[in-house]
């Protein structure tokens, strides 16, 4: 094959349509192929071509709908399909059949696979064929068992090495003398200094070495590193699973041990540090030690392992439904005590009370990054001017609990230690009335956060005869649920990826897709308002479209699409923000485009247009006036 033809074989095998097929297939490929080159402004396809499908090599094409808006930013690898009769077959039709529009928006050169060529495929390669002719439901699903999905939390020790690896590895040369190299050690707070000579791994000193084979041994701390080193090293691969590492620091008799790769190069050192806190941080443990603090500082500490307990999670596979169970009971836990803790500081309870979380706690979907939403319920005998100052003092000292043990408080202030939500029950009935039969965006937004209520510590018949009055208003008033539509269509998903950027619309490209705002609150805030318009009591998202459906409130179709695509945004934050704790870096939301691969910016290009879609079906059903 000429070389012109094996590079243009090698782009295609880029493409996630086409990675899987046989090496012989994608051989076979580039003589199949028309080439063509389209200056900006000419029509597309070109009105001399054949249909089949397009393969952008260089340039950009804008889909837009019917109507003028952008629907999607086509760039290198992307894919058009131009058939006589586009359906489903084609993913960047719109379910609704809506026609389509394509232009040239930048000079592009494109590979065209002709309509015969590609049916061949699709024939005769159920892996290619799965990329078209699947609903994006069943590729949401497919996503997420890619994604590893389906571990169980009590397999710990199946968790690779790699995942308990914590920070980059400290290094320097043998050279450095004994006296720089400990001070180097110092600074970075590590016990052990990994040792490289042209790049390959060559010592090991530890705290250990420094005692024995330097002080008590006399040695000077102007010699050499390479003095007191240990050389035959044993190494542990970064794939290798922390049952076999557990097995080597016993039966050497070790205490760190250096992650090499199959190349030689140095990944990082695990210590037994790192495996008895992978070991002992899983959810039933950090409970107990919650429950069991005896301050508040032990509080902060079991805070602290959040993010590990977050990254053993991932690491094994964890869905994502039982992921945030599972960061929520630790996080309610620690509220728990808080509040016990609190009683004892300020003595006797004067009223019931009862503390509600709400947002991501209240629903059971937290990650290790996270910040306070949370509000009292108190009972109908409170007195303002006999119990205010204690329940106050209550409130600051569980919220400052929690952000010493990682939890933030709410930028905007939604929380208990704020007196308008620090409330009789007949004070939240009229503060929920008033929501409901005057709604306007600011009030409507704050009855989002709440209508997630849920009691963590306290009495939860507070709560109870709060909602039996509530739930009913809302479910009735029609005025209200629109106004939650408005607000369930306020974020516009993205339209795709566009060489590094998050494409969100004509205006606006991200450099990082914040999974948070463009992915869990979009569908959070459609399952909220089913579960209001409905009068459900149910709180986590998928749990809301299961019971919506069940209801007849939405299809078993758009709850089981959205539920997937929720799982998948859910899944792939956790992933990002397992691969910051292991760095050392602090958590966020934001994941870079560049980290993510072909397959999984297509599966995430589905998600957008599932939840997209059902925006589109709101505004409908509910009658939200105004653009998108």
């Known amino acids: 094959m000429a070389a012109e033809l094996w590079e243009i074989r090698d782009f295609i095998a880029e493409a996630p349509a086409f990675a899987e097929l046989p090496a012989a297939v994608l051989d076979s490929l580039p003589r199949r192929l028309t080439v063509r080159y389209l200056r900006r402004g000419r029509p597309f396809p070109p009105p001399d071509a054949e249909t089949g499908l397009w393969i952008v090599r260089s340039g950009a094409l804008a889909v837009r709908e019917p109507d003028g808006r952008l629907r999607e930013k086509l760039g290198e690898t992307d894919l058009y399909l131009d058939t006589p009769d586009a359906t489903e077959l084609d993913t960047r039709a719109d379910d609704d059949g809506g026609a389509a529009t394509v232009a040239v928006v930048e000079d592009s050169l494109l590979y065209q696979l002709p309509l015969p060529a590609f049916e061949?495929?699709?024939?005769?390669?159920?892996?290619?064929?799965?990329?078209?002719?699947r609903t994006r439901r069943e590729r949401l699903e497919r996503a997420l068992s890619e994604l590893g999905q389906g571990g169980r939390p009590e397999a710990l020790m199946a968790a690779t090495v790699e995942a308990l690896l914590r920070r980059k590895p400290i290094t320097t040369s043998p050279d450095t003398v004994i006296r720089e190299g400990a001070e180097l050690m110092t600074e970075a707070q590590v016990s052990a200094l990994l040792l490289l000579e042209d790049g390959q791994l060559v010592g090991l000193v530890t705290d250990r070495d420094l005692r024995r084979r330097c002080i008590a041994a006399g040695v000077s701390v102007d010699s050499s590193l390479r003095e007191i080193m240990s050389e035959a090293l044993i190494t542990v691969a970064p794939t290798s699973s922390a049952f076999e590492a557990s097995l080597l620091f016993s039966r050497h008799n070790i205490h760190h041990l250096p992650v090499v790769a199959e190349d030689g190069a140095l990944v990082g050192i695990l210590s037994t540090s790192d495996l008895l806190r992978h070991q002992g941080t899983h959810s039933i443990h950090l409970v107990r030690d919650a429950m069991a603090a005896p301050d508040v500082g032990a509080i902060a500490r079991v805070g602290s392992r959040?993010?590990?307990?977050?990254?053993?999670?991932?690491?094994?596979?964890?869905?994502?439904?039982?992921l945030g169970e599972a960061m929520v009971t630790v996080t309610d836990a620690m509220t728990r005590r808080l509040t016990e803790l609190a009683e004892q500081e300020l003595g006797p309870v004067p009223i019931a009370w009862a503390w509600a979380a709400l947002g991501s706690q209240g629903r059971r979907e937290q990650t290790a990054f996270t910040d306070q939403d949370n509000a009292l319920i108190l009972d109908d005998a409170f007195e303002p001017e006999r119990h205010g100052e204690w329940f106050e003092r209550f409130a600051r000292f569980v919220t400052d609990g929690l952000a010493a043990a990682g939890l933030a408080?709410?930028?905007?202030?939604?929380?208990?230690?704020?007196?308008?939500?620090?409330?009789?029950?007949?004070?939240?009935?009229?503060?929920?009335?008033?929501?409901?039969?005057q709604p306007e965006p600011h009030s409507v937004m704050l009855a989002t956060n709440f209508f997630d209520m849920r009691v963590v510590a306290g009495r939860e018949w507070l709560l109870e005869a709060l909602w039996t009055t509530v739930r009913p208003a809302a479910q009735e008033n029609t005025i209200f649920q629109r106004h939650l539509a408005n607000n369930a269509l306020a974020i516009r998903m993205p339209l795709g990826?566009?060489?590094?950027?998050?494409?969100?619309?004509?205006?606006?490209?991200?450099?990082?897709?914040?999974?948070?705002?463009?992915g869990l609150m979009p569908i959070a805030d459609l399952a909220r308002l089913h579960a209001v318009s409905l009068g459900l009591p149910e709180l986590h998202t998928v749990r809301r479209l299961q019971a919506a459906a069940q209801a007849g409130g939405l299809s078993e179709q758009a709850a089981a699409?959205?539920?997937?695509?929720?799982?998948?945004?859910?899944?792939?934050?956790a992933r990002h923000q397992a691969r910051q704790a292991r760095r050392g870096e602090p958590l966020d939301n934001r994941l870079d485009p560049d980290r993510l691969s072909g397959l999984e910016r297509d599966h995430l290009r589905d998600a957008f247009r599932v939840v997209d879609d059902y925006q589109r079906w709101v505004r409908a059903h509910f009658d939200v006036s105004g653009t998108r």
Do not use: N, S
């Open 306 to 322: 959040l993010p590990d307990l977050e990254a053993q999670l991932v690491a094994i596979g964890a869905e994502a439904e039982p």
């Open 497 to 518: 990826f566009f060489r590094r950027l998050v494409v969100v619309d004509d205006e606006q490209h991200d450099d990082r897709l914040d999974l948070k705002r463009y």
């Open 561 to 573: 699409g959205l539920a997937d695509a929720w799982r998948l945004f859910y899944v792939l934050r």
């Open 409 to 437: 408080p709410c930028p905007g202030g939604t929380m208990a230690t704020t007196a308008d939500w620090r409330q009789p029950v007949a004070g939240w009935q009229a503060q929920f009335v008033d929501w409901i039969e």
């Open 120 to 133: 061949e495929l699709i024939a005769a390669h159920p892996v290619f064929a799965w990329r078209f002719e």
